[in-house]
């Protein structure tokens, strides 16, 4: 009865999805990218562009009627993220910070041999998200698991950097007076680095006793290269215009990744008092196959300015299709064609996946005189991120890689300053709000159990789903273009 216990006990261990939580895209409205765009909530594909036109809508190319550069950028950002019941209850964890991004060059040009048609090129940055916290518990437990006194400690390490930067080149021409059509062909360079480390140890106060203890790690350094197509249309009344932006699913190029991945724990018994084999598992997987996938969008947009009116009003919305699980990371295939990879099996596999979601946005823009225009936005960023309990269940094995994120809303407002109808800089600033329930607790350190059952986690608390995520970002908008 004792061994097949045993048995059974490490069949579920071993057989245990792991599921950790990092930095990855699931809100896909939280990045702009121009600051006059960004200042309208990004309710931009039925006009107003400018020249973010080869994101929004490319078609919008050639409303720039002179040859511009510019540089818009987020001087500076602070993210607040609060979470409770993180590690335990009432164990909270509140982290900081501050940065500092580029976010978008453009060059745009008309062609003069062929006035109706419009170039662009720009570099800018889709996506960013950095996490970096540590946390530890020491306390004195007594009577712990038939031990008189003991000396208890865990320790929580996570360290988490996402980019996206995009690239690319777009075109447009105008059908008529009334008609214009645009692609755009972007390449998307993402990368990943992650690191999380979690332990566990009981120290009895006594000499006659062993000390026990749980750890956890992993690792990853990703990066994947991307191309994706969009294609746009506008067309223009007396004082309206309508945008309909198509934006293609991503296809990979190439891109690899490295992680690694490791569980052990040591004189640990389960609940009913039966010692467990001390147990160590651990795999590293070089040059794997790696993917972030972009889903298929379409989003269409209104702008309308009242005749003789200095009000102009805009509204977009964009649905994104849904990502059924994929393998972000498939240890067992060769991501490289420079490099012979060190495969690895589901126990390195990562798995992610997204829900389809529709966005909103609303913008106003009021122009108080010919050198200056108020502009305020609104919008919707809803949390894309979903995989079916039923793909679990199917893949007992694998790891579903999840990030702690929320429904987030967005308000924006400042103003374009201009000077001499040439050079226009823009000011403001951002706010966004999001708050999240029933997240599950990355650990917990409280309620601690020898061992946690249908679980490999031990000398902790079973991970309740009552961890409250909220996040608030505050941002100062600065950028300019200029015509020639």
Same mark, same amino acid.
């Given at each position: 009865?004792?061994?097949?216990?045993?048995?059974?006990?490490?069949?579920?261990?071993?057989?245990?999805?792991?599921?950790?939580?990092?930095?990855?895209?699931?809100?896909?409205?939280?990045?702009?990218?121009?600051?006059?765009?960004?200042?309208?909530?990004?309710?931009?594909?039925?006009?107003?562009?400018?020249?973010?036109?080869?994101?929004?809508?490319?078609?919008?190319?050639?409303?720039?009627?002179?040859?511009?550069?510019?540089?818009?950028?987020?001087?500076?950002?602070?993210?607040?993220?609060?979470?409770?019941?993180?590690?335990?209850?009432?164990?909270?964890?509140?982290?900081?910070?501050?940065?500092?991004?580029?976010?978008?060059?453009?060059?745009?040009?008309?062609?003069?041999?062929?006035?109706?048609?419009?170039?662009?090129?720009?570099?800018?940055?889709?996506?960013? &998200?950095?996490?970096?916290?540590?946390?530890?518990?020491?306390?004195?437990?007594?009577?712990?698991?038939?031990?008189?006194?003991?000396?208890?400690?865990?320790?929580?390490?996570?360290?988490?950097?996402?980019?996206?930067?995009?690239?690319?080149?777009?075109?447009?021409?105008?059908?008529?007076?009334?008609?214009?059509?645009?692609?755009?062909? @972007?390449?998307?360079?993402?990368?990943?680095?992650?690191?999380?480390?979690?332990?566990?140890?009981?120290?009895?106060?006594?000499?006659?006793?062993?000390?026990?203890?749980?750890?956890?790690?992993?690792?990853?350094?990703?990066?994947?290269?991307?191309?994706?197509?969009?294609?746009?249309?506008?067309?223009?009344?007396?004082?309206?215009?309508?945008?309909?932006?198509?934006?293609?699913?991503?296809?990979?190029?190439?891109?690899?990744?490295?992680?690694?991945?490791?569980?052990?724990?040591?004189?640990?018994?389960?609940?009913?008092?039966?010692?467990?084999?001390?147990?160590? &598992?651990?795999?590293?997987?070089?040059?794997?196959?790696?993917?972030?996938?972009?889903?298929?969008?379409?989003?269409?947009?209104?702008?309308?300015?009242?005749?003789?009116?200095?009000?102009?009003?805009?509204?977009?919305?964009?649905?994104?299709?849904?990502?059924?699980?994929?393998?972000?990371?498939?240890?067992?295939?060769?991501?490289?064609?420079?490099?012979?990879?060190?495969?690895?099996?589901?126990?390195?596999?990562?798995?992610?996946?997204?829900?389809?979601?529709?966005?909103?946005?609303?913008?106003?823009?009021?122009?108080?005189?010919?050198?200056?225009? @108020?502009?305020?936005?609104?919008?919707?960023?809803?949390?894309?991120?979903?995989?079916?309990?039923?793909?679990?269940?199917?893949?007992?094995?694998?790891?579903?890689?999840?990030?702690?994120?929320?429904?987030?809303?967005?308000?924006?407002?400042?103003?374009?300053?201009?000077?001499?109808? &040439?050079?226009?800089?823009?000011?403001?600033?951002?706010?966004?709000?999001?708050?999240?329930?029933?997240?599950?607790?990355?650990?917990?350190?409280?309620?601690?159990?020898?061992?946690?059952?249908?679980?490999?986690?031990?000398?902790?608390?079973?991970?309740?789903?009552?961890?409250?995520?909220?996040?608030?970002?505050?941002?100062?908008?600065?950028?300019?273009?200029?015509?020639?």
């Amino acid at each position: 009865m004792k061994n097949a216990l045993l048995k059974y006990l490490l069949t579920v261990l071993l057989f245990t999805p792991a599921i950790t939580l990092f930095a990855q895209p699931s809100n896909y409205w939280s990045t702009s990218f121009n600051s006059e765009a960004t200042m309208l909530g990004g309710a931009v594909v039925g006009g107003g562009s400018g020249i973010t036109s080869i994101y929004f809508n490319p078609a919008g190319i050639s409303e720039i009627e002179n040859n511009n550069i510019a540089l818009n950028t987020s001087m500076f950002t602070l993210l607040i993220e609060n979470y409770s019941n993180a590690f335990g209850k009432n164990e909270d964890y509140s982290y900081y910070s501050f940065n500092v991004l580029p976010r978008f060059f453009t060059y745009l040009f008309r062609s003069k041999k062929y006035p109706k048609l419009s170039w662009q090129f720009a570099l800018f940055s889709h996506d960013y &998200k950095k996490t970096n916290f540590y946390t530890t518990v020491t306390q004195p437990l007594t009577n712990p698991h038939g031990i008189e006194k003991a000396d208890y400690r865990g320790s929580f390490n996570l360290e988490d950097t996402y980019d996206d930067y995009w690239g690319g080149l777009g075109t447009s021409y105008e059908l008529n007076d009334h008609f214009r059509v645009g692609i755009s062909l @972007l390449v998307a360079y993402k990368s990943l680095l992650y690191y999380n480390r979690a332990g566990t140890a009981l120290y009895p106060d006594t000499l006659t006793l062993p000390f026990s203890g749980w750890d956890s790690f992993g690792w990853i350094n990703l990066w994947d290269l991307r191309i994706l197509g969009k294609i746009g249309f506008r067309y223009e009344l007396h004082n309206m215009s309508i945008g309909l932006n198509i934006t293609l699913p991503s296809g990979r190029l190439f891109g690899y990744s490295h992680t690694k991945k490791e569980t052990s724990f040591y004189n640990i018994y389960d609940n009913q008092g039966h010692p467990i084999p001390d147990y160590v &598992k651990q795999e590293s997987s070089d040059y794997v196959f790696s993917q972030v996938k972009d889903p298929f969008s379409i989003s269409v947009g209104i702008r309308s300015q009242p005749a003789g009116g200095k009000d102009v009003y805009y509204i977009s919305a964009e649905f994104f299709a849904g990502i059924k699980p994929y393998k972000m990371v498939d240890a067992a295939r060769n991501g490289s064609i420079l490099f012979d990879p060190v495969k690895g099996t589901e126990y390195t596999t990562i798995y992610y996946g997204n829900r389809p979601i529709m966005n909103v946005a609303f913008g106003y823009m009021f122009e108080m005189r010919n050198n200056f225009e @108020l502009v305020f936005g609104l919008k919707t960023d809803f949390n894309s991120f979903y995989i079916p309990l039923t793909f679990y269940e199917d893949h007992p094995k694998a790891n579903f890689f999840n990030r702690t994120a929320s429904d987030l809303f967005h308000l924006t407002g400042g103003g374009n300053f201009i000077f001499k109808n &040439k050079l226009k800089i823009n000011a403001g600033l951002s706010f966004s709000y999001g708050r999240q329930r029933n997240n599950k607790q990355f650990i917990n350190f409280t309620d601690i159990q020898w061992y946690v059952p249908g679980t490999n986690h031990a000398l902790q608390g079973a991970r309740e789903h009552n961890m409250t995520y909220t996040s608030v970002s505050i941002g100062l908008i600065v950028g300019f273009s200029y015509d020639f």
